[in-house]
């Protein structure tokens, strides 16, 4: 038996929208940010498929590249390419958010903790593209 | 500037609705004039049964936030010429259940606050007649989460809330963490074992809008974040480090 001294107001409850990220613009943000995540494992995929390729020899690299060059993949990749820059920048982003650092007493400012992470992303791609493009 | 502006209110009467209702009333337009002081318009002048909750007016109190156009706010610092020409909508708190037009029922806030410990833990206290000394240094490492004022606003904002009702949800764990971070507090280990769980920070997948709508610059995204940084390492540690050397 409900206790009939007890407050039981009733009360309206709302539900949520199955498609609440839709409404706003900074929650759609958040859902692609999220979703990037399955581009980013693709494109882990893909290179682990190329280092196979390039172990089992020059025909078997030709044949994967080959098969790179069809529209749908050539498709795929270019919103893969979209999305793990949208990825990264984003973790970039929310970097200093998550890093409390404190030098003398006083936090360093958000640009301090994401800076470093632009300087190396460049670094480490103009490395790699050195590599690649030198002939 | 027109001299009178719409204003869509929601109205539930919990014995007489099924769902709640929109209203509209028109109120005047003044440029000094907050939404709160619109709603006070509306009950001294046009309809006396309005409820809604309100005390200090001045960001302070915490008691009036409400959804304003969609946005959660506090109603006594949000203008209404920032909305003119209107209409305006003025919605109770989302992600609670409402118990009569814009009144929320906020116990389970209350419930998840206290759970999280929020006050000062020691293991030893000092006599009465000891004081505990902080720098201003120690002060400045929590103060910006000392500055929660319990209005709610993050919980509404918080889309992780609405979904999961068990989560802890922004201000908790942001409170939480300002008396981890407090140097006269010894309870962080207490802490980390109530709120380092699925329904605790890591529930929070960091939307972020608990930082946008928060009226006192909190940043309890921030909080959250920075807490599951210290949980991993802490959690690190136990691997690492020798049964009670944390």
């Given at each position: 038996?409900?206790?009939?001294?007890?407050?039981?107001?009733?009360?309206?409850?709302?539900?949520?929208?199955?498609?609440?990220?839709?409404?706003?613009?900074?929650?759609?943000?958040?859902?692609?940010?999220?979703?990037?995540?399955?581009?980013?494992?693709?494109?882990?995929?893909?290179?682990?498929?190329?280092?196979?390729?390039?172990?089992?020899?020059?025909?078997e690299y030709a044949e994967l590249q080959k098969w790179l060059q069809s529209p749908l993949l050539l498709a795929l990749n270019a919103v893969s390419f979209f999305f793990v820059v949208f990825h990264a920048v984003t973790w970039f982003n929310l970097a200093p958010k998550?890093?409390?650092?404190?030098?003398?007493?006083?936090?360093?400012?958000?640009?301090?903790?994401?800076?470093?992470?632009?300087?190396?992303?460049?670094?480490?791609?103009?490395?790699?593209?050195?590599?690649?493009?030198?002939? | 500037m027109a001299n009178r502006i719409t204003l869509e209110v929601t109205r539930y009467h919990p014995a007489h609705d099924e769902k709640p209702r929109l209203e509209a009333y028109e109120v005047p337009l003044r440029k000094e004039w907050v939404v709160l002081d619109a709603l006070n318009y509306i009950k001294d002048h046009l309809d006396g049964s309005l409820s809604f909750r309100w005390s200090c007016r001045m960001g302070v109190c915490g008691s009036c936030g409400m959804t304003v156009n969609g946005v959660p706010k506090l109603t006594c610092a949000t203008f209404l010429s920032d909305y003119a020409p209107g209409p305006v909508r003025v919605e109770p708190m989302k992600n609670f259940p409402v118990l009569r037009d814009l009144i929320v029922d906020t116990s389970d806030f209350l419930l998840k606050l206290a759970k999280s410990k929020p006050w000062i833990i020691r293991k030893v206290e000092k006599p009465l007649d000891e004081e505990y000394f902080q720098t201003p240094t120690q002060l400045d490492a929590y103060k910006q989460f000392s500055m929660c004022i319990n209005c709610?606003?993050?919980?509404?904002?918080?889309?992780?809330?609405?979904?999961?009702?068990?989560?802890s949800g922004p201000a908790a764990i942001a409170l939480a963490q300002r008396y981890n971070l407090d140097s006269r507090d010894q309870g962080a280990g207490e802490r980390l074992d109530i709120l380092s769980h699925h329904e605790g920070i890591w529930g929070c997948t960091f939307v972020g809008e608990c930082t946008k709508v928060c009226p006192n610059n909190v940043d309890p995204a921030g909080?959250?974040?920075?807490?599951?940084?210290?949980?991993?390492?802490?959690w690190v540690k136990s691997f690492v480090l020798p049964r009670g050397a944390k």
């Open positions: 038996m409900i206790n009939p001294t007890e407050y039981l107001p009733k009360s309206y409850h709302t539900r949520i929208s199955t498609y609440w990220w839709l409404t706003r613009w900074a929650y759609l943000k958040f859902i692609l940010r999220e979703a990037s995540s399955v581009f980013v494992a693709w494109i882990v995929v893909l290179t682990l498929l190329q280092i196979r390729a390039l172990t089992d020899g020059p025909a998550a890093m409390a650092i404190r030098v003398r007493g006083k936090r360093l400012p958000g640009l301090a903790i994401a800076a470093p992470n632009y300087v190396a992303w460049a670094a480490i791609s103009a490395a790699v593209a050195w590599i690649l493009l030198r002939g | 709610m606003l993050c919980y509404a904002a918080c889309q992780v809330y609405g979904l999961d009702p068990l989560f909080a959250i974040q920075q807490y599951k940084l210290t949980a991993t390492m802490e």
